[in-house]
């Protein structure tokens, strides 16, 4: 075993915990891990993107902080690499660094329309119900009667669920209150899931299907006539398992009575949105038969939620790959026009743009993990310590959340859930959890 190898990841998600976790298992080299995260909470989106309803999903926390049990790894929370720290200070301080910045951005629909109120990326929707301190979603959009969900992934059925949840369900989740008030009030009746090919190619998956089939306050609504395909397509079809599931269950659900519930959600396939219509405010869509473009539907709508992706975005420092949205490398390993940068490296969505579930992450991680380790004997020594990033931070007043504060604000959303007669009700202001952390008294200093 050589000398200790000092690490900085950036971003505390998924990819980021797997790949400090597999660093520091390792049994030949002897590494130590600091978790840069800009939020003052750890998960990323398992715990700003994996729906409130999907807590067993979520429950992977529990798994993803073991990895600070170790000594060896340190979260810094609250600390935003690019404004509160440079990349390259912290490349001046470790040997190497790991960027798990994720995905943050949304990826734009290209559609006439799009900039009109009540056009928001799902995204938006998304991170306010699940409590972002940084959500910015106008809760005036939810007075519409219908709204519309561009995309056929599990995000899309992640948010059409969402808006029929009723504020009992909701209160088994640990969304915050302001939220279950919105959704409990709001007059969306009709929620219209539009995807642009056949449903053969339905990104959601089956158990996302069947469970959204399930939701008691909503009646799912798949018309049979778009469940029709070619002979060529029903071949193709056959042979793969997945895609005939699918459409197995689609079936099903187009031969049920519906139910008679007030609300509705209606999976509309072939369908190109090609216009959003109205003078500020969305009132409308017009949809394109995808397979006969001539024929044009138009629906009302007073709310739009496009769900087709998300994107990186660059990190000051970094390079940046704007066609794809990620950062360029090769076995990990970060590259720039001139080759790659000694000591950088890449992992989880940052890497390879937003694809896959949690557990792709891990294996994304072991990759890169093995070229740090590989690199390890060839990284120049960078002569500072981490203990020198920790008084760059205090002489610039940043007020870090280490993992102990962390560990604060939690029992804070414990409590609050526990006043509330709900199990956990998480904090949603950024200033209410730097005070639960510790780090900021309630007068705001
Ligand atoms: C809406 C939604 C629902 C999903 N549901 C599921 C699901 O049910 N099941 C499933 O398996 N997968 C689900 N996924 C996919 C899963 O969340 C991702 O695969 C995974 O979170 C990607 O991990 P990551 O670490 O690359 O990115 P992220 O989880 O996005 O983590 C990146 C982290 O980096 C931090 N960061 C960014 N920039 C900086 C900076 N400059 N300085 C410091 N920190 C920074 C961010 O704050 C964030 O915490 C879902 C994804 C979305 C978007």
Not at 35 to 54: I, N, S
Not at 227 to 250: D, F, G, H, M
Not at 410 to 422: I, K, P, Q, S, V
Request: net charge negative; glycine share 8%.
């Amino acid at each position: 075993m050589g000398r200790r190898l000092r690490v900085a990841v950036v971003g505390s998600g998924p990819a980021g915990l797997f790949c400090a976790q597999i660093l520091t298992e390792d049994t030949e080299h002897d590494v130590a891990v600091d978790v840069f995260e800009r939020l003052p909470t750890p998960f990323g989106l398992v715990r700003y993107g994996v729906a409130p309803d999907h807590q067993k999903i979520k429950s992977i926390v529990a798994q993803l902080a073991e990895v600070f049990d170790s000594h060896r790894v340190r979260f810094l929370g609250n600390v935003s690499v690019g404004a509160d720290v440079t990349l390259d200070e912290l490349r001046a301080h470790y040997d190497a660094v790991v960027l798990a910045s994720g995905a943050p951005l949304d990826r734009p629909l290209g559609v006439p329309g799009e900039d009109l109120t009540g056009v928001l990326a799902a995204r938006n929707f998304v991170s306010w119900y699940s409590g972002h301190p940084d959500a910015s979603f106008d809760t005036a959009v939810l007075a519409a009667e219908r709204a519309l969900v561009v995309g056929v992934g599990n995000v899309a059925l992640d948010v059409a669920r969402m808006l029929v949840r009723t504020p009992e369900e909701l209160r088994r989740t640990d969304v915050p209150e302001h939220v279950v008030e919105a959704l409990a009030g709001h007059a969306v009746r009709e929620v219209l899931v539009v995807g642009r090919r056949g449903p053969q190619f339905a990104k959601f998956t089956n158990k996302e299907l069947l469970e959204l089939a399930e939701v008691e306050s909503a009646d799912l609504v798949v018309a049979p006539e778009d469940l029709t395909l070619s002979e060529t397509e029903q071949a193709r079809v056959a042979a793969q398992p997945a895609a005939k599931r699918l459409l197995a269950s689609l079936q099903k659900i187009a031969d049920r009575e519906p139910r008679g519930r007030d609300r509705r959600i209606r999976l509309l396939f072939d369908r190109t949105p090609v216009a959003f219509l109205g003078d500020t405010t969305v009132t409308a869509a017009r949809l394109a038969r995808t397979s006969d473009p001539t024929v044009v539907e138009q629906v009302d709508a007073g709310l739009v939620l496009p769900a087709v992706g998300y994107r990186s975005t660059p990190l000051q420092g970094a390079p940046f790959d704007d066609a794809a949205g990620t950062i360029p490398h090769r076995d990990s390993r970060v590259l720039d026009r001139d080759g790659h940068l000694s000591g950088l490296y890449v992992v989880g969505w940052a890497k390879r743009g937003p694809s896959g579930v949690i557990g792709t992450n891990r294996l994304c991680a072991s990759e890169t993990a093995a070229s740090v380790l590989a690199d390890a004997a060839t990284l120049p020594d960078p002569g500072r310590t981490p203990a020198a990033i920790d008084a760059l931070l205090a002489s610039r007043g940043v007020p870090v959340v280490d993992w102990t504060r962390w560990q604060l604000i939690e029992a804070a959303e414990a409590r609050l859930g526990a006043d509330r007669g709900r199990e956990r009700v998480k904090l949603h202001d950024r200033a209410d959890m730097l005070t639960a952390a510790g780090v900021r008294t309630s007068a705001g200093s």
